[in-house]
Nanobody, 121 residues
Framework: QVRLVESGGGSVQPGGSLRLSCAASGRTFSNYHMGWFRQAPGKEREFTAAITRSGGSTYSDSVKGRFTISRDNAKNTVHLQMNSLKPEDTAVYYC???????????????WGKGTLVTVSP
């Protein structure tokens, strides 16, 4: 089992920044690729960003150039730095761990419970 706990959500004005963190415990963190998904009210959960075991990353088109994912295998944490936030970034953000490099939200190995990000004037 891997337990994932997100933190860092909150309210911010458009153009602002937030840094989300996901702390992992349980099985060896470095064995998993890590990802962030988000789910806006009334919408399906969508892929946002992911990072390989060794630090390679990929992003959805909607956040590319504004968000940065990183991981610290020594501290069992993964971060999502979110800059230039827009109202459409408002969502619950979920951390996920996966043994495969595949980001279908129906096939993740482990999920956190999420942290809410609200972007409004």
């Amino acid at each position: 089992q891997v337990r994932l706990v997100e933190s860092g959500g909150g309210s911010v004005q458009p153009g602002g920044s937030l840094r989300l963190s996901c702390a992992a415990s349980g099985r060896t963190f470095s064995n998993y690729h890590m990802g962030w998904f988000r789910q806006a009210p009334g919408k399906e959960r969508e892929f946002t960003a992911a990072i390989t075991r060794s630090g390679g990353s990929t992003y959805s088109d909607s956040v590319k150039g504004r968000f940065t994912i990183s991981r610290d295998n020594a501290k069992n944490t993964v971060h999502l730095q979110m800059n230039s936030l827009k109202p459409e970034d408002t969502a619950v953000y979920y951390c996920a761990a996966n043994s495969k490099w595949a980001w279908d939200p129906t096939h993740m190995d482990y999920w956190g419970k999420g942290t809410l990000v609200t972007v409004s004037p």
